[in-house]
Structures are given as C-alpha cells and as structure tokens.
C-alpha cells in the first residue's frame, strides 16, 4: 500500500502526529514544505495512523465524513469532503464528562448519524442505496480536535490528522429512516452561554445521504468502504464552536433529541 519513494516521510509524518495527539501538543502544518505531500499519499498516512491504533486496541468502529457543509468549508478555508476513520476510544455516552486535559483545543459540531444494517461499497452507489443500507439515524455531536497549530491546514494535512477526529456523542435512541426526513431535520447548538448556531441535514450537500454515496464513491477508490454494524457521522451542520472548560454543550435536534455534554471545569 506504501509507495517505497514516499514511505520514509509519511512514517515520520505519522509519527510526528501520534506523538502530538499523546502529548497534546499542537504541530505545523505538513504540506507547506512538503509540495510531493499530495491527498494519495495523506490517506496512506491516515491509514497507517488506524491501523497502528487497531495494533494498540483501538479498533475502527465506522467512518466520518469532513467538510460536507458549507459551513465548515467556509471555516476552515478549504473547498473538499475528505473522510476520516472512527475508533472506539473515540466514543463518549451520554452523561459521561469530556476530559480537556486529554485534547488540545477541541471545538463541537452537530451531526447526524446513521448505523448501517449492511456493508456498502463502489463506485457507483447512490443515496437511494445508502438510505436502503441504513439502519438507524441518530442525532449527534463530534469533537474535533485538530493536531495542527490553530486547526491551520491543508486539505492533506488535515486527512492525514485523521480529519481532526477526537471524540463523538450518538444518542443511542435511533429512528428508522422512514420515520425521519434527514434533510429537514433541524438542530440548534450552544456551547455554554454562547451564541446559538443551527441548520438542517439539507447543510450537508443537500442531503446526508448524498454526501454519504459521494464519500462511499471516494472510499471504493480507496480500496475501502462501510461495513455492516458500522457508524457513519455525516459531517457536521454548522461551524464548529470551541469548548470552554466547565461549559455545558445543548444540541437539539428537531425530531432525534437533545444532546447534552459538560465539559471538564479545567484542562
Ligand atoms: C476537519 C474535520 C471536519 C466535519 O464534520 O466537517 C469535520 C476540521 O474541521 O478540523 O469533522
Ligand atoms: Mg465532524
């Protein structure tokens, strides 16, 4: 999978990232001094990066996709969806506290989610298939946190940092998507006494499961795709918003229910 010409600089891009995620330290971007550095290569390192938190007992348990909405386009100043790999270490339930003293500078964002009943994968599958394949469309929250310098990156650098995965929130009451309308449904998000942000599911390329066929579309020229059992976040709705220690976090989705996450009172 490594082109040997490249393998020496994306081990030491990985392991410049695992070191900056275990010692929550933020790190310069790749890509400006690295033109050679392109998407193949920053997805190569992305997967060495799961497979090596697989080796260490952090299995993958689904996907997410990045930089559906405009939104999020906009804020981070970069114009593509990328997809990034979930592991169960990443998982929060509810009511658990988020620990910023494990995380670096981690913003939160609204998502929807859906629980697959069935694997997907090519080239050519559509929303139509996505929607058949879905099991469950949950309401959900991620945390982003960046290993870049003031989540400062290109669109290469971002996809090898796994796409800023950190951690993510799915309420665990999910509907079957005959029972919900993904693109109207609605969420309004406040961190603390912030200002409130809020969109619908059409945010995420008009519809989440369109977004879902494009990325599938991507994944299967990646030799990869979505399995059965798996989760997938469908990219988040709104800006994302930074997470003040001690702040409590309130999505609430028109018709999937409120998600609540308290941050911890120090970092
Ligand atoms: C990249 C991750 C984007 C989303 O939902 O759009 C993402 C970032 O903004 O750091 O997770
Ligand atoms: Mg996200």
Same mark, same amino acid.
């Given at each position: 999978?490594?082109?040997?010409?490249?393998? *020496?600089?994306?081990? %030491?891009?990985?392991?410049?990232?695992?070191?900056?995620?275990?010692?929550?330290?933020?790190? *310069? @971007?790749? +890509?400006?001094?690295?033109?050679?550095?392109? #998407?193949?290569? /920053?997805?190569?390192?992305?997967?060495?990066?799961? =497979?090596?938190?697989?080796?260490?007992?952090?299995?993958? $348990?689904? $996907? @997410?996709?990045?930089?559906? +909405?405009?939104? @999020?386009?906009?804020?981070?100043?970069?114009?593509?969806?990328?997809?990034?790999?979930?592991?169960?270490?990443?998982?929060?339930?509810?009511?658990?506290?988020?620990?910023?003293?494990?995380?670096?500078?981690? @913003?939160?964002?609204?998502?929807?989610?859906?629980?697959?009943?069935?694997? #997907?994968?090519?080239?050519?599958?559509?929303? /139509?298939? &996505?929607?058949?394949? &879905?099991?469950?469309?949950?309401?959900?929250? =991620?945390?982003?946190?960046?290993?870049?310098?003031?989540?400062?990156? =290109?669109?290469?650098?971002?996809?090898?940092?796994?796409?800023?995965?950190?951690?993510?929130?799915?309420?665990?009451?999910?509907?079957? *998507?005959?029972?919900?309308?993904?693109?109207? =449904?609605?969420?309004?998000?406040? &961190?603390?006494?912030?200002?409130?942000?809020? %969109?619908?599911?059409? %945010?995420?390329?008009?519809?989440?499961?369109?977004?879902?066929?494009?990325? &599938?579309?991507? #994944? %299967?020229?990646?030799?990869?795709?979505?399995?059965?059992?798996?989760?997938?976040?469908?990219?988040?709705?709104?800006?994302?918003?930074?997470?003040?220690?001690?702040?409590?976090?309130?999505?609430?989705?028109?018709?999937?229910?409120?998600?609540?996450?308290?941050?911890?009172?120090?970092?």
């Amino acid at each position: 999978m490594v082109t040997p010409a490249h393998a *020496p600089d994306e081990r %030491a891009i990985l392991t410049t990232i695992i070191a900056a995620e275990a010692e929550r330290r933020e790190i *310069p @971007k790749f +890509s400006a001094e690295r033109p050679e550095f392109d #998407l193949d290569a /920053a997805y190569r390192v992305q997967r060495a990066g799961i =497979e090596h938190r697989a080796a260490s007992g952090r299995p993958r $348990v689904g $996907v @997410k996709l990045g930089l559906t +909405s405009y939104a @999020k386009q906009e804020q981070m100043g970069v114009d593509a969806p990328i997809t990034g790999v979930l592991t169960e270490d990443m998982r929060l339930s509810p009511g658990e506290e988020l620990r910023l003293d494990e995380l670096i500078h981690p @913003k939160v964002e609204p998502e929807i989610a859906f629980v697959f009943a069935a694997p #997907l994968a090519g080239e050519d599958v559509t929303a /139509a298939e &996505v929607r058949a394949a &879905v099991l469950s469309v949950h309401g959900a929250v =991620e945390i982003i946190d960046s290993r870049y310098l003031n989540f400062d990156f =290109e669109l290469t650098d971002v996809v090898a940092d796994n796409a800023s995965s950190a951690r993510y929130l799915v309420l665990p009451d999910g509907v079957a *998507p005959d029972s919900v309308d993904v693109i109207a =449904e609605a969420v309004t998000m406040r &961190v603390g006494q912030g200002t409130p942000v809020e %969109a619908t599911g059409a %945010a995420v390329m008009g519809d989440p499961y369109e977004a879902v066929a494009v990325a &599938v579309r991507a #994944l %299967a020229g990646r030799g990869d795709g979505i399995r059965a059992g798996e989760l997938v976040l469908t990219g988040a709705l709104t800006a994302a918003q930074l997470i003040e220690p001690g702040s409590t976090t309130v999505a609430e989705f028109s018709t999937l229910g409120t998600i609540q996450l308290s941050a911890s009172a120090t970092r």
